[in-house]
């Protein structure tokens, strides 16, 4: 008892200071968008883990984890950033990450030694086995990892919305290279929570999981993304899922708004993260109405 109180307190204190750390949304911004405060901002993580997660909505999954081991299904897991996020939250689950980049295999596996009940696969993931284009771009040589995608055109669109000098377009070089694409489905896995981040490619990711979501009925997080979110919609009503976003500074989740994340993804350039819940397991979440 006493070692989980000193958690619990220590949780709380983590909370604390990183909600003062944010100053609202500018730091989460420059550490997507600009790709110097970015890469810093990163690697500073490194050295002062107790700032994460990096991003305010995991905090939604401390309502969604159940005592005990569980799998947390880490999919577009970049450098393991996401994966350290969680592990803050839950000390208990499995976690298995999958990056297709193959620039971020140092990392994860000098991660994969430092972090216990973790596990990393260098694969990308989608609706079939095939191979596919990974598209990363660079600012005067430094890497925006955050917004490699499989699709060009989502890559394009990223850059436009970069806080970049003006005359950007002769600094920006992106790299191409081959990735092997496979169904997670195939892996046979029993995740109780999923994250996917995939730049655009979110509803593949989805298509590949769908027998494991029907059959295991996990709590699933994905970027708001206004050109998938009738496709999303569409797939997770049949199999009676219902949609939130959670509210940091109250602790709570709210019903989904389409109309005000909309306006907050095309007025702000703001992506807010949406918990897929089943139904079954939505009345047990705090909801503000």
């Given at each position: 008892?006493?070692?989980?109180?000193?958690?619990?307190?220590?949780?709380?204190?983590?909370?604390?200071?990183?909600?003062?750390?944010?100053?609202?949304?500018?730091?989460?911004?420059?550490?997507?968008?600009?790709?110097?405060?970015?890469?810093?901002?990163?690697?500073?993580?490194?050295?002062?883990?107790?700032?994460?997660?990096?991003?305010?909505?995991?905090?939604?999954?401390?309502?969604?984890?159940?005592?005990?081991?569980?799998?947390?299904?880490?999919?577009?897991a970049n450098d393991?950033?996401?994966?350290?996020?969680?592990?803050?939250?839950?000390?208990?689950?499995?976690?298995?990450?999958?990056?297709?980049?193959?620039?971020?295999?140092?990392?994860?596996?000098?991660?994969?030694?430092?972090?216990?009940?973790?596990?990393?696969?260098?694969?990308?993931?989608?609706?079939?086995?095939?191979?596919?284009?990974?598209?990363?771009?660079?600012?005067?040589?430094?890497?925006?990892?955050?917004?490699?995608?499989?699709?060009?055109?989502?890559?394009?669109?990223?850059?436009?919305?970069?806080?970049?000098?003006?005359?950007?377009?002769?600094?920006?070089?992106?790299?191409?290279?081959?990735?092997?694409?496979?169904?997670?489905?195939?892996?046979?896995?029993?995740?109780?929570?999923?994250?996917?981040?995939s730049e655009g490619?979110?509803?593949?990711?989805?298509?590949?999981?769908?027998?494991?979501?029907?059959?295991?009925?996990?709590h699933i997080m994905?970027?708001?993304?206004?050109?998938?979110?009738?496709?999303?919609?569409?797939?997770?009503?049949?199999?009676?899922?219902?949609?939130?976003?959670?509210?940091?500074?109250?602790?709570?989740?709210?019903?989904?708004?389409?109309?005000?994340?909309?306006?907050?993804?095309?007025?702000?350039?703001?992506?807010?993260?949406?918990?897929?819940?089943?139904?079954?397991?939505?009345?047990?979440?705090?909801?503000?109405?």
């Amino acid at each position: 008892m006493p070692l989980r109180k000193f958690k619990d307190t220590f949780r709380q204190a983590r909370k604390f200071i990183i909600r003062l750390w944010r100053i609202n949304i500018a730091i989460p911004r420059l550490l997507r968008y600009n790709p110097y405060t970015g890469f810093i901002g990163r690697q500073m993580f490194r050295y002062f883990p107790f700032l994460l997660p990096h991003d305010k909505s995991y905090f939604g999954f401390a309502h969604l984890v159940h005592k005990g081991d569980g799998l947390f299904l880490d999919v577009g897991a970049n450098d393991g950033i996401s994966a350290i996020g969680f592990r803050h939250i839950h000390s208990d689950y499995s976690i298995l990450s999958i990056e297709p980049n193959l620039c971020h295999e140092r990392s994860l596996r000098k991660l994969k030694k430092k972090l216990k009940r973790f596990d990393f696969k260098m694969i990308g993931a989608g609706s079939t086995r095939c191979q596919k284009i990974l598209y990363v771009p660079t600012y005067n040589g430094v890497p925006i990892y955050t917004a490699a995608s499989l699709i060009k055109d989502y890559v394009d669109m990223t850059m436009l919305e970069q806080h970049l000098p003006a005359d950007h377009d002769k600094n920006i070089v992106i790299f191409e290279c081959s990735v092997d694409i496979v169904p997670l489905d195939e892996l046979g896995l029993q995740p109780d929570i999923i994250k996917i981040d995939s730049e655009g490619f979110d509803f593949e990711v989805i298509l590949g999981l769908r027998k494991t979501i029907e059959s295991q009925r996990p709590h699933i997080m994905i970027e708001y993304n206004p050109k998938l979110m009738e496709s999303i919609e569409a797939f997770f009503k049949k199999l009676s899922y219902s949609f939130f976003t959670y509210d940091y500074p109250s602790g709570m989740f709210m019903i989904l708004d389409k109309v005000r994340e909309s306006d907050l993804y095309h007025q702000q350039k703001i992506t807010t993260n949406i918990f897929c819940v089943p139904n079954e397991k939505s009345k047990a979440l705090p909801v503000r109405q």
